[in-house]
């Protein structure tokens, strides 16, 4: 059973920025995609940014230039630099793993950015 466990989340001024991880253990085989999504209260949940083993990313519209995905594979871990936070970055941010097509889920670290 994989298991994902987030951590870097938190209270941050508008134009700050954090650092997200996500670290995936238990894993007999090799992670495919990682991400990161995201879900405001009344929201559904929306993918932020993607990246494949290889290093090939995708990142939601709004995130792009200012949110920036990357992985150690010898870690099994995923980061999230997020640069120039605002107010409607505000949100649970999951960590996502697919594991031999199997997908798997954090439980979810808590962003606010106030104005």
């Known amino acids: 059973q994989v298991q994902l466990v987030e951590s870097g989340g938190g209270l941050v001024q508008a134009g700050g920025s954090l650092r997200l991880s996500c670290a995936a253990s238990?894993?007999?085989?090799?992670?495919?995609?990682m991400a990161w999504y995201r879900q405001a209260p009344g929201k559904q949940r929306e993918l932020v940014a993607a990246?494949?083993?290889?290093?090939?990313?995708n990142y939601l519209d709004s995130a792009k230039g200012r949110f920036t995905i990357s992985r150690a594979n010898t870690k099994n871990t995923v980061y999230l630099q997020m640069n120039s936070l605002k107010p409607e970055d505000t949100a649970v941010y999951y960590c996502?793993?697919?594991?031999?097509?199997?997908?798997?889920w954090g439980q979810g670290t808590q962003v606010t950015v106030s104005s």
């Open positions: 990246i494949t083993r290889d290093g090939s990313t």
């Open positions: 996502y793993a697919s594991v031999s097509f199997r997908v798997y």
């Open positions: 238990g894993s007999s085989g090799s992670i495919s995609d």
